[in-house]
């Protein structure tokens, strides 16, 4: 098995931040996502918040959970820790683990897919808990490892490459997101890194659930039904000895522009997105005003960028349960099995 690993050169030039680690302290091993795929911006993105805040990388544990998304953990911080779940899981399994150990940053990367469909119980119940995570949803409408169908986020109305109509009612994460009690709610275009950066720092130092959806288009799958070159044409076609996939690479779709201002982009396929970005004078501290400017521009076709919600007094999980300040999986048998009189004290409390 080869392993993409990005060389290790001594660059004493390189910049370095306040602890002394320079940006290559923070990146992971080679991204075999298509190339042009949104996704590696959003790790780029990562790596340069992670750089700026100055944040330890092995203070960091990433956690993940099935999809191209869920694949972008190996392409940042790795010297972090790691953990990719099954599918639709990673928000119970990056609970067990931040209830054990507090003193960590937790960082979750999921997708459409994964978040919206089978984990979306999950999800849900992440927000509502007020676990002290950063959850970013790599948004792309599609599932992407299974060769580009509807995800449950793809608007109603819209057509993937074979012209089929898509005529299920999307979910919207960021508004289930504020509806659910998340204290830091946020949407980005992975090619706005001006936008996403920030976005992300503000997350990765908010206390409670940070929620960052970002839009991030597939590059992949722009063949159409009827077409002789489509992949499904010519492998239907073709009496090959073995099955090969050559995807040609696509430039990487970016941006800038001004708070309060309207983008239309133009995707590689040619469908448009209408990114609107939030004023400077919108108010993130209202949840029901953000949740009704959502829809308000969702009917009129428009996807709002930005901070949409935040609570800066929020608290989070381990308040919630009153844990102790040391770190459970630091605890000694002594003050975990404390005896019989203890838990006869206890059980007596309860009743």
């Avoid at 956690?63 to 953990?83: A, R, V």
């Avoid at 309207?262 to 590689?268: D, K």
Wanted: one cysteine or more.
């Amino acid at each position: 098995m080869t392993y993409l690993v990005k060389p290790r050169l001594l660059l004493d030039a390189a910049p370095k931040n306040a602890l002394g680690y320079t940006k290559r302290d923070y990146e992971g091993a080679i991204s075999t996502l298509c190339a042009g795929c949104g996704h590696d911006s959003i790790s780029a993105a990562v790596v340069q918040a992670c750089f700026d805040l100055d944040i330890q990388p092995h203070r960091v544990a990433k956690l993940s959970g099935i999809g191209c998304s869920s694949k972008t953990p190996d392409y940042f911080l790795g010297n972090s820790h790691g953990f990719n779940t099954t599918h639709g899981r990673m928000p119970s399994v990056l609970t067990g683990a931040a209830l054990a150990n507090r003193e960590l940053i937790y960082l979750g990367v999921s997708g459409d897919g994964d978040s919206a469909s089978i984990g979306i119980g999950q999800f849900a119940h992440a927000m509502r808990r007020g676990v002290n995570m950063t959850y970013i949803v790599e948004n792309n409408g599609v599932y992407g490892l299974t060769k580009g169908q509807f995800s449950a986020t793809a608007d109603k109305g819209s057509k993937n490459k074979r012209g089929v109509v898509n005529n299920d009612t999307p979910i919207d994460l960021v508004a289930l997101a504020l509806q659910l009690g998340a204290s830091y709610v946020a949407r980005s275009f992975s090619g706005d890194k001006e936008q996403l950066i920030p976005l992300i720092k503000g997350a990765l130092r908010h206390r409670g659930p940070a929620f960052v959806d970002v839009i991030s288009p597939c590059v992949t799958f722009n063949n159409h039904h009827g077409s002789t070159k489509s992949y499904d044409y010519v492998r239907e076609h073709n009496d090959a000895v073995n099955r090969l996939d050559f995807i040609l690479p696509r430039d990487q779709i970016k941006t800038t522009y001004a708070p309060g201002s309207l983008r239309r982009i133009v995707q590689h396929d040619g469908s448009i997105l209408l990114l609107r970005k939030l004023d400077t004078e919108y108010d993130p501290s209202d949840r029901v005003g953000a949740m009704n400017h959502l829809q308000e521009r969702h009917a009129i076709g428009e996807i709002v960028t930005g901070l949409l919600y935040v609570d800066s007094s929020s608290e989070e999980l381990h308040r919630y349960l009153n844990t102790v300040e040391k770190p459970l999986n630091q605890l000694g048998d002594a003050y975990l099995c404390p005896g019989s009189k203890a838990l006869d004290a206890l059980n007596a409390s309860l009743r």
